[in-house]
């Protein structure tokens, strides 16, 4: 079991209006009133920051993003800046999620880039690696995962460390049901860790290592108990309150 303080932190990709989000952001907060043993995130879509912040004010629930662009303003259509992000109370940012690299093409060099600004603007990024089911069955996914961790660490030192977090989405796993098995996770999350202490030393023991395949509240019990498995990045089951909340009891129990 994980030494860390386990992050349970929702997703909410493309989903929940202001309104929507101001109400399950009320509802998480009463159902964790005084809860602080583990940390809890939620990273609502851009639109829905501001009624969101509202919602968590006073709370012990972290704001995040889910992206975040590398200039901190310009002519940049359509993208928002580190400042934007901690105007409206965010902490945290998503940095590399799978659907960013497969849909908007984005590299390792690039969410290396964000996440330096992100640092420097006192966001803790939660950067994502992972591999593709053809990855995986072509017995690849050990080195797509160093390759992206390596990739989007690069430049980083032992004191960034204690500010990042990375999370492990095996692909082929978010939303479609199927889910690593816990050995299987802890097998790549080892990986990780190993990759983290030989760039940060002792330091890399510190980083927290979310699972983001499809945890839910039927499987996270077993995830919580590998030793390399600091929490979670949840999609789908942080987008009800009901789940979500399950959840965090569920990693509770692990403190």
């Known amino acids: 079991m994980s030494k860390n303080k386990i992050l349970i932190a929702g997703n909410w990709k493309m989903n929940k209006t202001s309104a929507e989000a101001k109400s399950l952001c009320a509802e998480i907060v009463a159902g964790l009133a005084g809860q602080n043993k583990i940390e809890v995130a939620v990273c609502p879509p851009f639109t829905a920051l501001e009624s969101a912040a509202g919602a968590l004010k006073g709370s012990n629930v972290v704001l995040g993003a889910q992206n975040v662009y590398v200039?901190?303003?310009?002519?940049?259509?359509?993208?928002?800046?580190?400042?934007?992000?901690?105007?409206?109370?965010?902490?945290?940012?998503?940095?590399?999620?799978?659907?960013?690299?497969?849909?908007?093409?984005?590299?390792?060099?690039?969410?290396?880039?964000?996440?330096?600004?992100?640092?420097?603007?006192?966001?803790?990024?939660?950067?994502?690696?992972?591999?593709?089911?053809?990855?995986?069955?072509?017995?690849?996914?050990?080195?797509?995962?160093?390759?992206?961790?390596?990739?989007?660490?690069?430049?980083?030192?032992?004191?960034?460390?204690?500010?990042?977090?990375?999370?492990?989405?095996?692909?082929?796993?978010?939303?479609?049901?199927?889910?690593?098995?816990?050995?299987?996770?802890?097998?790549?999350?080892?990986?990780?860790?190993?990759?983290?202490?030989?760039?940060?030393?002792?330091?890399?023991?510190?980083?927290?290592i979310l699972y983001g395949g499809s945890m839910k509240p039927d499987n996270a019990s077993e995830l919580l108990d590998q030793p390399d498995i600091d929490g979670g990045l949840i999609g789908g089951a942080s987008l009800k309150a009901r789940s979500f909340l399950e959840l965090v009891t569920i990693a509770k129990s692990k403190v």
Request: proline share 2%; charged share 20%.
């Open 71 to 208: 200039k901190a303003d310009g002519a940049y259509t359509g993208e928002i800046s580190t400042g934007m992000l901690v105007e409206v109370g965010c902490k945290t940012v998503i940095l590399g999620h799978s659907e960013r690299r497969q849909y908007f093409s984005e590299t390792d060099a690039f969410i290396n880039e964000k996440a330096a600004v992100a640092l420097k603007a006192g966001l803790m990024p939660i950067i994502c690696v992972g591999e593709t089911l053809a990855e995986r069955e072509a017995g690849k996914t050990l080195d797509v995962v160093t390759t992206q961790t390596v990739g989007t660490l690069k430049g980083f030192t032992a004191a960034d460390a204690a500010k990042i977090v990375i999370a492990y989405e095996p692909v082929w796993a978010i939303g479609t049901g199927r889910v690593a098995t816990p050995a299987m996770a802890q097998e790549v999350h080892a990986v990780i860790r190993k990759l983290l202490v030989q760039q940060f030393g002792e330091a890399g023991n510190g980083v927290r």
